[in-house]
């Protein structure tokens, strides 16, 4: 079964950092895309960072590009947001997703179940 979850969020203060995880199952990240995305209450889902694993490459929304940090470990088949100074628009549950089409791609084909995150003032 083709899965991806995503571990590591909760609750911080304003400022704080948080490391989220995406863990995939039964593929390999190889040749994927693997995208973060989140959605806070009463809005729609917006793409945050992506990274493309087949040059590396990371793109990042302008709203957290210079706070968080999008990595990829080969051997655990893993992606990372490190994200740092967060602010309290931030909070929202986030989700990471693959696909084999890019970063641009405006569809993917696997997502995990979310994880929430919450930046307190």
């Known amino acids: 079964e083709v899965q991806l979850v995503e571990s590591g969020g909760g609750l911080v203060q304003v400022g704080g950092s948080l490391s989220l995880s995406c863990a995939g199952f039964?593929?390999?990240?190889?040749?994927?895309?693997i995208g973060w995305f989140r959605q806070a209450p009463g809005k729609e889902r917006e793409g945050v960072s992506c990274?493309?694993?087949?040059?590396?490459?990371?793109q990042y929304a302008d709203s957290i590009k210079g706070r968080f940090t999008i990595s990829s470990d080969n051997a655990k088949n893993m992606v990372y947001l490190q994200m740092n100074s967060l602010k309290p628009e931030d909070t929202a549950v986030y989700y990471c997703?693959?696909?084999?089409?890019?970063?641009?791609?405006?569809?993917?084909?696997?997502w995990g179940q979310g994880i929430q995150v919450i930046v307190s003032s």
């Open positions: 990274i493309s694993r087949s040059d590396g490459r990371a």
């Open positions: 997703a693959a696909n084999l089409r890019g970063c641009t791609s405006p569809t993917w084909d696997t």
């Open positions: 039964g593929f390999t990240f190889d040749d994927y895309a």
